[in-house]
C-alpha cells in the first residue's frame, strides 16, 4: 500500500468528517436544548448554501455580505420554524416532533426546487486555489480550508456554552427544563435559539459542503452522514460529534478509495449499528437519552 496515497485519503476524509461535525454540533445543540430529533438538518444545510447562492451569484453581491445574510436568513427561517412548528408540539409524544422534522425536509426540497430548479449550480469562487501540500501529501485547497473553517466552529463552540450568558441558559435548559423555569430562565426563549443557532450552523456548513461539490436539492442526503455520526457519538455530545464527525469521514474515504464507492453506505451504516448495539446512547451520549 502506497503510504502517501494512504495519508492524501486521510486528509480528505478528515475534510468531510469535519463538515461532519459541523453539521452534526448543529443537530447536537438542538436537541440538547428541545429534545428534538431534527431529520431536517441536511435540508436546512442545503437551503442555507442556496441562499448564499441567491446573493453572491444571482445579487453579485460581495461575497462576505452574501455569506453574512445567508447565516442571518437561515437562523431566522430556524427561529420561525422553531415558533411555528416545533413549540405547539411541546408536551406532546417526541414522535410528533420527530415526523414533523421528516415532512419539514420534504417541504425545504420542495421550496429550493420551486424557486431555483432541481438542476445543478455552483457557487462563485471564494476559497483560495492554491494547492496545499502537508509534507509531500497533496490536499484540496477547498476540502483544506474547509476544514479549517469548520473546525475553528467546533472549537469556538466550547467556551460559548461554559461562558456566554445564552449557552449557559441552553446548558441549564437541556439538564432539566423544570429547574430552568424555576430559575427564571425563559424556555420557549432558548427554544428558539436553539433553532436559530443550529440553523446558522447548519447553513455555514451547507456554505462549505456546496463550495467543495456543488449545489442540488439531493445535498440533504449529506444529512445521513451527519445523523450517523451524532447518533455514533451520542445525540447530546459536542465531544461526540466532533470525533465521531472524523471518524465516519476518514472511514468513508478509506471505503470509497479502496473498496469502491458503492461500498460507503455499507461501511456506514454497519458502523451505526455495531455502536448501537453495544452502546446505544452513543460514544459519549448520556445513558438516559430517549430513544424513538
Known amino acids: 500500500m502506497d503510504a502517501l496515497f494512504l495519508f492524501e485519503v486521510t486528509l480528505a476524509g478528515l475534510g468531510a468528517g469535519a463538515l461532519y461535525a459541523l453539521a452534526g454540533l448543529a443537530f447536537v445543540i438542538v436537541y440538547k436544548a428541545t429534545r428534538v430529533v431534527n431529520l431536517a438538518i441536511g435540508e436546512m444545510l442545503m437551503l442555507g448554501a ?11 453581491w460581495p461575497i462576505w455580505l452574501a455569506a453574512l445574510l ?3 436568513a437561515s437562523a431566522l427561517i430556524g427561529g420561525l420554524i422553531e415558533r411555528v412548528a416545533i413549540r405547539p408540539m411541546l408536551g406532546e409524544s417526541p414522535i410528533s416532533a420527530f415526523m414533523i422534522t421528516i415532512g419539514l425536509g420534504s417541504v425545504l426540497v420542495g421550496l429550493v426546487e420551486l424557486i431555483w430548479t432541481a438542476d445543478q449550480r455552483r457557487l462563485p469562487e471564494f476559497l483560495p486555489q492554491e494547492p496545499v501540500f502537508i509534507g509531500e ?3 484540496s485547497s477547498k476540502v483544506f480550508y474547509g476544514f479549517l473553517a469548520a473546525l475553528a466552529l467546533v472549537a469556538a463552540s466550547a467556551p460559548l456554552f461554559h461562558r456566554w450568558r ?13 429547574a430552568a423555569y424555576a430559575m427564571g430562565i425563559n424556555v420557549p426563549r432558548v427554544f428558539s435559539l436553539a433553532w436559530m443557532a443550529g440553523a446558522a450552523l447548519a447553513a455555514i456548513a451547507g456554505i462549505m459542503v456546496g463550495a467543495i461539490g456543488g449545489l442540488s436539492s439531493s445535498m440533504g442526503l449529506f444529512g445521513l452522514g451527519v445523523l450517523v455520526a451524532v447518533i455514533v457519538g451520542g445525540l447530546d455530545s459536542i465531544l461526540g460529534a466532533l470525533l465521531a464527525g472524523l471518524l465516519i469521514g476518514v472511514l468513508e474515504a478509506w471505503t470509497g478509495a479502496f473498496l469502491g464507492g458503492e461500498y460507503k453506505l455499507l461501511v456506514t451504516f454497519l458502523i451505526l449499528t455495531v455502536v448501537l448495539m453495544l452502546r446505544p446512547y452513543g460514544l459519549f451520549g448520556t445513558r438516559d437519552i430517549e430513544r424513538l
Request: net charge neutral.
Open 137 to 139: 501529501a497533496f490536499v
Open 166 to 178: 445564552g449557552g449557559i441558559a441552553l446548558r441549564a435548559t437541556a439538564s432539566d427544563q423544570g
Open 70 to 72: 445567508a447565516i442571518a
Open 50 to 60: 442556496y441562499l448564499f447562492f441567491a446573493f453572491s451569484a444571482q445579487l453579485q
